[in-house]
């Protein structure tokens, strides 16, 4: 049965709501992580060091930016991640989630629960490397 599976065209109407009610939870989780990183970039100086000396404040100025830039960063992932997960949807909504457009199996469930937003099998995705 499980061999059918593989190699029937799409996941049925059932699987891809259970796939739908995944991919809705993670894209909750990641929009509020991204809330948490666009909120700590607008706080001011989240270190409190506003009366540090003039000696140190370039460090701290330095280190401030380069903590910026890695929010910055990690906003950006956050943002392409949701658009991914967003994707993902489309693909359930016109039912060709989970179908790997190298190879045109099925992916195999377990890989679309741990990353919902893929469009490649294992398979497809080593020949890539």
Same mark, same amino acid.
């Given at each position: +049965?499980?061999?059918?599976?593989?190699?029937?065209?799409?996941?049925?109407?059932?699987?891809?709501?259970?796939?739908?009610? &995944? @991919?809705?939870?993670?894209?909750?989780? /990641?929009?509020?992580?991204?809330?948490?990183?666009?909120?700590?970039?607008? %706080?001011?100086?989240?270190?409190?060091?506003?009366?540090? %000396?003039? /000696?140190? /404040?370039?460090?701290?100025?330095?280190?401030?930016?380069?903590? #910026?830039? %890695? @929010?910055?960063?990690?906003?950006?992932?956050? #943002? #392409?991640? @949701?658009?991914?997960?967003?994707?993902?949807?489309?693909?359930?909504?016109?039912? %060709?989630?989970? &179908?790997?457009?190298?190879?045109? #199996?099925? @992916?195999?469930?377990?890989?679309?629960?741990? &990353?919902?937003?893929?469009?490649?099998? +294992?398979? /497809?995705?080593?020949?890539?490397?």
């Amino acid at each position: +049965m499980e061999n059918k599976k593989e190699n029937s065209a799409r996941y049925s109407d059932t699987e891809l709501e259970e796939f739908k009610t &995944v @991919i809705l939870e993670k894209i909750s989780l /990641a929009r509020e992580d991204l809330n948490d990183l666009t909120a700590s970039l607008q %706080s001011n100086n989240p270190n409190g060091t506003d009366d540090t %000396s003039g /000696a140190n /404040a370039g460090l701290e100025d330095g280190a401030a930016t380069l903590e #910026k830039e %890695s @929010i910055l960063q990690l906003a950006a992932r956050q #943002k #392409k991640f @949701i658009e991914q997960l967003d994707a993902a949807l489309s693909r359930i909504d016109n039912k %060709s989630y989970g &179908v790997c457009r190298e190879t045109g #199996k099925l @992916i195999p469930r377990e890989r679309l629960m741990a &990353v919902p937003h893929t469009t490649l099998s +294992m398979e /497809a995705k080593l020949k890539q490397a």
